[in-house]
Every structure is written in C-alpha cells, then in structure tokens.
C-alpha cells in the first residue's frame, strides 16, 4: 500500500501483534525488496517513494493543518533510503527526531554507498542502524528488536 493512498488518521489503529512499518525507498525494487521482507517476519509495511510523502503520511509535512496532526505515532519502524531526490534519508531522520510524536520511534537508513561519515553523522542524529543495500534477510532478523509492538 502506497502512503499516497493510504487514509490519514489522527491515532493509531491497532492491529494486534502486527508491528506497522514505513519503508521509505525512491527505487521502486528496493522499495518491493524492503517490504516482502518484512512481511516475511508479519510485517504490515506501508511504502513511500520519497520522504515529502512519509512526511505526509506521517502527518508531519508542512502543509497540513494543525489541527489534522496525529498525536499517536502510526508506525513502529521507519526504514528509510539515504539518497533521493528531494529529500533524503537524513533529512528525514532528523524531521522525524524533532517531533515529540514520532521521535520515539525507531529509524532505519539504508544506502548502497558505505561512506563512513555519513553512516556517523545518521546514527548520532539518531539513527538505531545503519544497512547496506541491498537489503537482506539476516538484516531483518537484526530489525526484529525494533519490530516490538509499541503501545
């Protein structure tokens, strides 16, 4: 399911012990491989294709109305691509770090570029991990600690 599509609600629905997770990738078969692995661990994955629109489906973006903004996370889990256009991974870390909402919720950067500074500057913004691309099965079971349901 795209966030594009997806409805907006103000709190968090609860699907039982099914962690909700928010796979952010600009590249369509990333974006696949991310969410048929989490699935694979019953995973509900909701993906976007850049951070402007997490940032919406988050409730989070600057156009929204005040009064329209969640006071639940929706989430448990965001995994997120280090590079795209517009917005990147960083940045929305970091969007994400500053809202009193969501800054609990764990965060994910993913890049296929191993540069060391960047994954340092990611993980003291606040990042819990930092994976490269692509994505494996064995990176996921290392997710599962962060894949607990939150209430």
């Excluded at 540069?115 to 994505?135: D, H, S, V, W, Y």
């Amino acid at each position: 399911m795209d966030a594009a599509s997806s409805s907006s609600s103000s709190a968090v629905m609860d699907y039982g012990d099914e962690p909700h997770v928010l796979a952010v990738d600009d590249n369509l078969i990333d974006r696949k491989l991310v969410e048929k692995l989490l699935k694979n661990f019953s995973c509900r994955v909701t993906t976007a294709e850049n951070g402007l629109r997490a940032l919406e489906y988050l409730g989070l973006s600057d156009d929204q109305q005040t009064s329209h903004k969640p006071t639940v996370s929706k989430v448990n889990l965001i995994i997120t691509d280090y590079c795209m256009p517009g917005m990147t991974g960083y940045e929305l870390l970091k969007k994400v770090k500053q809202s009193s909402i969501l800054k609990e919720v764990p965060v994910v950067i993913m890049s296929s570029e191993n540069i060391p500074t960047r994954i340092n500057k990611c993980l003291e913004e606040g990042a819990q991990m930092f994976i490269l691309k692509p994505l494996k099965q064995s990176d996921v079971k290392k997710l599962r600690c962060y894949l607990k349901h939150r209430s």
